[in-house]
């Protein structure tokens, strides 16, 4: 059993594959033996019944510049009656937060980068506690290698991982027993491509009036997405569910899930899609390039080609047995590469990299 004493330094959980990674590793490091705590600007959209689980304490305004100062000093306070070994923190925008504690508790960190720098971002570890960076694949790693000084030996690829549910009695992809449905679950933002989406549902229904479109998620362009369904004539066919926790729901409900995304880390949605049996249709960018097989576990399109994503959707409409032979070699392919379990070894695996070097350094410098 292993007594490391891990914080988890996370910002607002919001319903997307980051906050899912957080809640993963929460739950799964706890069960190595790890003592976990989550700490985070807001976990509102966390279940209540999850977050019992877990040891996650909110400190409002955290996130914030100039209210976050008067909190982190609140935090160390606390966390100095009882120092973590080691800061995980979980995206880009605690970086900085994460650094200050680290600094203040004289511990070492770890950040996992899940997507692309922006265009003017800059992005360094602190010289003295920044130990790694976790890539959550070789694009964001090779993005990264090429935007900034970090030296390659410090960035290490874990790919996210999700859980594998047991197969159950639910009815087949694309049953002729009911009306098809095409899904995406994602943010509402500019860069996962949702307009597309809607465009290919349109080009979808000029010959397959029978189809049923989803479009699960919240976010800044919600208002904008609405209004372009109704101007493309297809809002009776495309439901939009905002008002949710996780993507589950929604996933259990479709039979084909698009990823229509300009710019994509890896993808932690479309693997939840995938461990259920989905077949995928998947833009061809970023980490998604490392993942789908083209005609084996998944199909790819160009980004932002909303014609071609409406002729893969037939292709599967059209031929349901393909569309779950699709289906079954993505649920194995996360089964065997991308499953929870793996995430997680490789991760506490780093963290003893890390916390080993401290303590051989801290032995040195006493017997110096």
Not at 125 to 133: H, K, P, S
Request: aromatic letters at 6%; proline letters at 5%; a negative charge.
């Amino acid at each position: 059993m292993n007594d490391s004493n891990i914080l988890l330094l996370a910002g607002r959980f919001e319903v997307r594959g980051s906050s899912a990674y957080t809640l993963r590793l929460a739950r799964h490091l706890e069960e190595r033996g790890f003592t976990i705590r989550v700490v985070c600007a807001d976990a509102g959209a966390v279940p209540a019944a999850q977050r019992a689980q877990l040891p996650i304490q909110e400190y409002g305004y955290l996130d914030v510049p100039v209210c976050g100062r008067i909190v982190r000093e609140f935090l160390v306070r606390e966390l100095s009656n009882d120092v973590p070994d080691l800061i995980h923190i979980q995206s880009r925008s605690m970086l900085s937060c994460g650094t200050q504690l680290a600094r203040r508790l004289q511990v070492p960190y770890l950040l996992t980068v899940h997507d692309y720098l922006e265009a003017r971002e800059r992005m360094r570890l602190d010289a003295i506690w920044g130990r790694r960076v976790i890539a959550v694949s070789d694009s964001v790693k090779s993005e990264l290698l090429t935007r900034t000084a970090l030296p390659e030996k410090s960035v290490n690829v874990i790919q996210s991982g999700v859980d594998v549910p047991e197969a159950t009695d639910a009815p087949p992809i694309l049953d002729p027993g009911r009306l098809p449905v095409v899904g995406t679950a994602t943010p509402l933002e500019e860069r996962k491509g949702v307009p597309f989406f809607l465009q290919a549902a349109q080009k979808v229904l000029e010959t397959h009036s029978g189809v049923e479109f989803l479009v699960s998620g919240t976010g800044p362009d919600e208002g904008y997405l609405r209004g372009l369904a109704h101007e493309l004539g297809i809002t009776e066919k495309v439901t939009f569910v905002t008002k949710l926790f996780d993507y589950s729901t929604s996933l259990n409900a479709i039979d084909i899930f698009c990823l229509p995304s300009l710019q994509q880390g890896l993808g932690t949605i479309m693997f939840e899609a995938m461990a259920l049996g989905k077949p995928v249709i998947a833009s061809a960018v970023g980490g998604v390039n490392s993942v789908i097989r083209d005609e084996q576990n998944g199909l790819v399109v160009p980004p932002s080609d909303s014609g071609r994503l409406a002729e893969r959707i037939v292709e599967l409409l059209d031929d349901p047995v393909r569309a779950r032979a699709i289906g079954d070699a993505g649920r194995r392919m996360i089964q065997n590469d991308f499953n929870v379990d793996r995430m997680v070894t490789e991760t506490a695996e780093l963290y003893e990299e890390i916390l080993e070097a401290e303590r051989a350094e801290h032995h040195e410098t006493a017997h110096s």
